[in-house]
């Protein structure tokens, strides 16, 4: 069974989509979702706490088991994500690199779009290359607010 939440910090709301033991989405949209049922199981409970922990400054590390789909090559992009330390961050080429292909910034790019468990995978730590914000689901002001909310934590 699927379960979905409407998560909300500030004056945005994400999406959580949970089993019983995974987190397998965070949407940086709110979305009713058919699929799943309305309940808060003590899994989302855990993944609420870590959020408000978060937001307020005083979680650096998630401490949940996550569940992301997609291409061997977006898991590897994603798991290169997750290897970001809090309240720094990267470039695309530099991710690149890490992901092992130096020249694929873009294709790099593609799979930091798709990221579903937007947050905690921080896609958000990711700018161009002259340190430009670029590009993010939830918008260039939720992704300049969570990198502040991150140097100001360190």
């Not at 089993?19 to 949407?27: H, P």
């Not at 291409?71 to 080429?93: A, C, D, H, M, R």
Request: charged fraction near 25%; aromatic fraction near 10%; proline fraction near 5%.
């Amino acid at each position: 069974m699927k379960y979905s939440y409407l998560y909300k910090y500030k004056n945005y709301t994400f999406t959580l989509i949970t089993d019983e033991n995974s987190l397998l989405e965070l949407r940086l949209k709110a979305e009713k979702c058919s699929e799943t049922g309305n309940e808060i199981n003590p899994f989302m409970k855990k993944v609420i706490q870590q959020l408000d922990e978060y937001f307020c400054g005083r979680r650096k590390v998630f401490e949940l088991p996550l569940s992301p789909q997609g291409t061997e090559f977006q898991t590897k992009v994603w798991k290169n994500l997750s290897s970001i330390p809090y309240g720094k961050t990267i470039t695309y080429k530099q991710l690149a690199e890490l992901s092992g292909n130096p020249r694929a910034s873009r294709a790099v790019g593609m799979a930091n779009n798709k990221n579903p468990i937007a947050i905690i995978i921080p896609c958000h730590r990711v700018i161009g290359s002259n340190g430009n914000l670029t590009g993010y689901a939830g918008g260039l002001d939720l992704k300049r607010e969570l990198i502040e909310l991150e140097k100001s934590n360190i």
